[in-house]
């Protein structure tokens, strides 16, 4: 399984940040697809999950600016986080789950393939 991430690396202050992982050796919907960020100094920090039938789940944090979607045709799945600030400067990750949620979504170790991450930063 092969997860890639790409956007911008670069984003306005209030602007919406979009990104995309590409799967690979996976099927976007026979298994769980988190985003994750690891923000500088902080631990990594669980920003929302599409499940295998396209229920989505949020930080309770983040929840009110995060979407996330996917293109099973393409065998991708995207994230919106609308009104961006300096301080979502960050390293952006997508994962996949090795299958069934065994704890909650939020789990980290839920996730057994992730991709090589994408830097973005927002400019104030």
């Known amino acids: 399984v092969h997860l890639e991430e790409s956007g911008p690396t670069l984003v306005k202050s209030s602007h919406a940040l979009s990104l995309l992982c590409t799967v690979s050796g996976g099927i976007v919907n026979s298994a769980y697809y988190a985003w994750i960020r690891h923000l500088p100094g902080k631990g990594l920090e669980w920003i929302g999950t599409?499940?295998?039938?396209?229920?989505?789940y949020y930080s309770p944090d983040l929840k009110s600016r995060t979407s996330i979607s996917r293109d099973t045709s393409k065998n991708q799945f995207t994230l919106q986080l609308s009104s961006m600030t300096p301080e979502d400067t960050a390293m952006y990750y997508c994962?996949?789950?090795?299958?069934?949620?065994?704890?909650?979504?939020?789990?980290?170790?839920?996730?057994?393939?992730w991709g090589q991450g994408t830097q973005v930063t927002v400019s104030s």
């Open positions: 994962a996949q789950s090795t299958g069934l949620i065994r704890t909650h979504v939020s789990n980290l170790s839920e996730y057994l393939y």
């Open positions: 599409i499940d295998s039938s396209g229920n989505t």
